[in-house]
């Protein structure tokens, strides 16, 4: 009983500490891909954090399998290096005796990760492309950002401010061009805003600015003053992606007889099933030589993970191109690395084996 407790706590403190370490990491990637994407304007500033958030939710059940699978590995490695398993082997106890606490420790964390592949990742993913959505579907004002040059969804003008002022809606310093019948047409305003007339027809009013016109490679330019000047936005209709099977709910997936919708479902029950046969392999895997290195497992560690999560990965493929049964794509991975599983404990507590002999 004292192992056990003195097991259960440090299973629990390894994962704290792992799992903010990967969470962080996880963090860290995503903002750096999303502040790249919003320095250079495919993504609003202000969509940053919500994005951050709802690609954490998605990746959360691989950072929750990687958690599990290195506590136990880490708490099991120490317990041979400070020959702590030779008083648990000196007791009578053998190596598979690991399996309870260690599934008493994984079983919660895997009801965690199925929640999350089965419902709330699913959910994430959709909310997301929604957002994305709807942020693509604004209209070219609401893309303008002070500091930025901002092109409208055809191609055709390009808006920069300054600096925004303190009255709502109004901008310092506004600079704008377009393109139209071959003619390039710019426009410099110390001060502009929007208004939307009765019609809805929605305007971006220039205000005590210059208009400069003419044909790119021709000196003849047009140069005019104005006080105020309108210009027409035109409205864009909401726009909607099909569905990907990532965004579907688990019941309509079920539902579905596409080849790729059955990949996603594989994808989703694989995670918790993927995330406690990896708890279970960290028991034969954590086993240290102090005469050898102490980092061979670690590598032997993380080979078996890149091979278990790409076999998963493959099937998946080959489910969703139709070249492999749902059924047999489900299972093959899971029940090879069951193999593997009964293949590391039997070279571990078999003393008469034959490369023990030899």
Same mark, same amino acid.
């Given at each position: 009983?004292?192992?056990?407790? *003195?097991?259960? /706590?440090?299973?629990?403190?390894? *994962?704290?500490?792992?799992?903010?370490?990967?969470? #962080?990491?996880?963090?860290?990637? +995503?903002?750096?891909?999303?502040?790249?994407?919003?320095?250079?304007? &495919? !993504?609003? #500033?202000?969509?940053?954090?919500?994005?951050?958030?709802?690609?954490?939710? *998605?990746?959360?059940? %691989? %950072?929750?399998?990687?958690? @599990?699978?290195? #506590?136990?590995?880490?708490? =099991?490695?120490?317990?041979? /290096?400070?020959?702590?398993? @030779?008083?648990?082997?000196?007791?009578?106890?053998?190596?598979? *005796?690991? !399996?309870?606490? +260690? =599934? &008493?420790?994984?079983?919660?964390?895997? @009801?965690l990760i199925a929640a999350l592949s089965l419902f709330v990742a699913p959910w994430a993913q959709k909310k997301s492309v929604e957002y994305k959505e709807q942020l693509s579907n604004r209209d070219d004002v609401s893309r303008v950002a002070p500091g930025l040059f901002r092109e409208s969804s055809g191609g055709e003008r390009v808006f920069f401010v300054e600096a925004l002022s303190g009255e709502e809606g109004r901008a310092r310093n506004v600079f704008a061009s377009s393109m139209q019948n071959g003619r390039l047409g710019v426009m410099v305003a110390s001060e502009g805003h929007t208004e939307v007339d009765a019609s809805g027809n929605r305007y971006v009013v220039l205000e005590r600015g210059r208009r400069y016109e003419g044909t790119p490679g021709t000196p003849s330019y047009r140069v005019m003053e104005f006080e105020r000047y309108q210009i027409l936005m035109e409205s864009r209709e909401a726009q909607s992606a099909p569905r990907q099977p990532k965004t579907l709910a688990l019941p309509a997936l079920i539902k579905s007889a596409d080849d790729r919708s059955r990949g996603e479902l594989l994808a989703r029950i694989s995670a918790p099933v993927l995330a406690i046969m990896l708890s279970l392999l960290a028991i034969p895997l954590s086993f240290v030589n102090p005469r050898a290195g102490r980092t061979n497992n670690l590598i032997l560690a993380v080979l078996v993970y890149l091979i278990y999560s790409n076999a998963v990965s493959v099937c998946q493929a080959w489910v969703g191109q139709g070249r492999l049964r749902f059924d047999v794509g489900l299972w093959i991975p899971h029940l090879a690395m069951l193999g593997v599983l009964a293949i590391l404990f039997y070279r571990r507590i078999s003393v008469f084996a034959r490369w023990r002999r030899r």
């Amino acid at each position: 009983m004292i192992f056990l407790r *003195a097991a259960q /706590r440090e299973f629990t403190q390894n *994962a704290v500490a792992v799992f903010v370490a990967l969470f #962080a990491i996880l963090i860290s990637t +995503v903002l750096i891909r999303l502040l790249g994407q919003a320095a250079g304007g &495919r !993504v609003p #500033a202000d969509a940053v954090l919500a994005l951050i958030g709802f690609g954490a939710v *998605a990746q959360m059940p %691989v %950072v929750l399998s990687l958690t @599990v699978f290195i #506590a136990v590995l880490m708490t =099991l490695s120490r317990w041979y /290096r400070d020959s702590e398993m @030779v008083v648990w082997f000196s007791s009578g106890l053998p190596l598979t *005796a690991w !399996v309870r606490p +260690v =599934l &008493r420790f994984a079983v919660p964390v895997v @009801v965690l990760i199925a929640a999350l592949s089965l419902f709330v990742a699913p959910w994430a993913q959709k909310k997301s492309v929604e957002y994305k959505e709807q942020l693509s579907n604004r209209d070219d004002v609401s893309r303008v950002a002070p500091g930025l040059f901002r092109e409208s969804s055809g191609g055709e003008r390009v808006f920069f401010v300054e600096a925004l002022s303190g009255e709502e809606g109004r901008a310092r310093n506004v600079f704008a061009s377009s393109m139209q019948n071959g003619r390039l047409g710019v426009m410099v305003a110390s001060e502009g805003h929007t208004e939307v007339d009765a019609s809805g027809n929605r305007y971006v009013v220039l205000e005590r600015g210059r208009r400069y016109e003419g044909t790119p490679g021709t000196p003849s330019y047009r140069v005019m003053e104005f006080e105020r000047y309108q210009i027409l936005m035109e409205s864009r209709e909401a726009q909607s992606a099909p569905r990907q099977p990532k965004t579907l709910a688990l019941p309509a997936l079920i539902k579905s007889a596409d080849d790729r919708s059955r990949g996603e479902l594989l994808a989703r029950i694989s995670a918790p099933v993927l995330a406690i046969m990896l708890s279970l392999l960290a028991i034969p895997l954590s086993f240290v030589n102090p005469r050898a290195g102490r980092t061979n497992n670690l590598i032997l560690a993380v080979l078996v993970y890149l091979i278990y999560s790409n076999a998963v990965s493959v099937c998946q493929a080959w489910v969703g191109q139709g070249r492999l049964r749902f059924d047999v794509g489900l299972w093959i991975p899971h029940l090879a690395m069951l193999g593997v599983l009964a293949i590391l404990f039997y070279r571990r507590i078999s003393v008469f084996a034959r490369w023990r002999r030899r």
